[in-house]
């Protein structure tokens, strides 16, 4: 079993990597990733267990243009991290757990990264609206180039 520091210290290199991959903003600092790490006492956010094999979540993706910094990240279990791959976080959240659940978790990342919960779920919101328009225009233009 690796350490707490061996855990986070390979979180934060992954999340580096992936940043820089996708060209986003990156202000995370080891120290942020370990005050993640140890606030999270070992449990999943998006479950509640404990598991000995955590990861850094980021709520909007990077692939999604979502930024690499303390307020868009949470420390989830590596399968559920698996789990919701790209996927929006509400509808990550509303799909495989409790709905009621997403309330705290945006509470946490408002705190985290200084901003109003209202502004912010506003935006998780619209991001998922975004998804769901993009994923719906895919599947109106597979349908259509079928029928030709």
């Not at 855990?7 to 990156?26: C, D, I, S, T, Y």
């Not at 779920?121 to 994923?135: G, I, M, T």
């Amino acid at each position: 079993m690796a350490s707490l520091e061996n855990r986070a210290r390979g979180a934060f290199r992954h999340a580096n990597r992936k940043a820089e991959q996708f060209g986003v903003a990156n202000d995370l600092t080891y120290d942020d990733v370990m005050y993640l790490f140890k606030l999270a006492g070992g449990r999943c956010a998006y479950t509640g267990r404990f598991s000995n094999d955590l990861s850094l979540e980021h709520v909007i993706p990077m692939s999604a243009g979502g930024a690499n910094t303390i307020g868009n990240i949470i420390v989830v279990d590596v399968s559920v991290n698996r789990k919701k791959n790209n996927r929006s976080f509400l509808e990550f959240i509303e799909t495989k757990y409790n709905p009621y659940d997403v309330a705290p978790l945006v509470k946490l990342l408002a705190a985290r990264g200084n901003r109003d919960y209202a502004g912010l779920y506003d935006e998780l919101y619209e991001f998922q609206r975004e998804e769901c328009n993009a994923w719906y225009r895919r599947l109106m233009d597979k349908q259509k180039q079928a029928a030709v």
